[in-house]
Structure formats: structure tokens, C-alpha cells
């Protein structure tokens, strides 16, 4: 069982930077594709970014050369580094936790956060 809480959301203006975290519970934290997904209001949730067990990252298109998705096994926590922030990137952010590859589509996570919101004004 993995618990996850996310943190960091707020309200920013176009441009700017956040950086969310995703603290997990558990002692095999290091042995899953952790991911980030997003869900504006009348969208379906996608994925944002994923990092493997060993590192190995994904960006969606969207958000390629804006965010940086990184892992601290150590402190079992994910973050997602959000710069230049568009209107558009508005969406509540969700922390997954999954063990099935290669972690790119919704069911291939076990556990989920509650999310974090994020809003940016134009």
C-alpha cells in the first residue's frame, strides 16, 4: 500500500514557476514509475510526466522543455518542476504510483494523491 499527498499547487500568473511534491509512503517507494497527471474541468485526467524506477523520463508534448519531472528516494518524494506557466496548464494535479510499464496510460497505476490544484491567471 503507498500513500501519496501532493503539494506546492497555488495560483500563479502567466510565466511564472511552481513546484509541486509528491510525498509517498512505503519502503519500496524506489521500485515504482512514479507519474504526474492533470484534469482541467470537462477534460479527461493525462499524463503530464513519468519517471521510472531507474530514472527514465516522459513528457507529454504539451509540457516538453517547461517541466522537469525528478525523484528523491531518499525522502520518497516526486516532484514536478513547472516553469513558464501557461493559462492552459490550469488543471488539478494528481501524484500516481505505479509498477507496470512503461507507465504511460492511466491503468498502469496502482495508487493515487488526492491533487493539488494549480491555476494560472493570463
Known amino acids: 500500500q503507498v500513500q501519496l499527498v501532493e503539494s506546492g499547487g497555488g495560483l500563479v500568473q502567466a510565466g511564472d514557476s511552481l513546484r509541486l511534491s509528491c510525498a509517498a509512503s512505503?519502503?519500496?517507494?524506489?521500485?515504482?514509475?512514479m507519474g504526474w497527471f492533470r484534469q482541467a474541468p470537462g477534460k479527461e485526467r493525462e499524463l503530464v510526466a513519468r519517471i521510472t524506477s531507474v530514472g527514465s523520463t516522459y513528457y507529454a508534448d504539451s509540457v516538453k522543455g517547461r517541466f522537469t519531472i525528478s525523484r528523491d528516494n531518499d525522502k520518497t518524494t516526486v516532484y514536478l518542476q513547472m516553469n513558464s506557466l501557461k493559462p492552459e496548464d490550469t488543471a488539478l494535479y494528481y501524484c500516481?504510483?505505479?509498477?507496470?510499464?512503461?507507465?504511460?496510460?492511466?491503468?498502469?497505476?496502482?495508487?493515487w494523491g488526492r491533487g493539488t490544484q494549480v491555476t494560472v491567471s493570463s
Open positions: 512505503g519502503r519500496t517507494f524506489s521500485r515504482y514509475n
Open positions: 500516481a504510483a505505479g509498477d507496470i510499464s512503461p507507465g504511460l496510460r492511466r491503468y498502469e497505476y496502482n495508487w
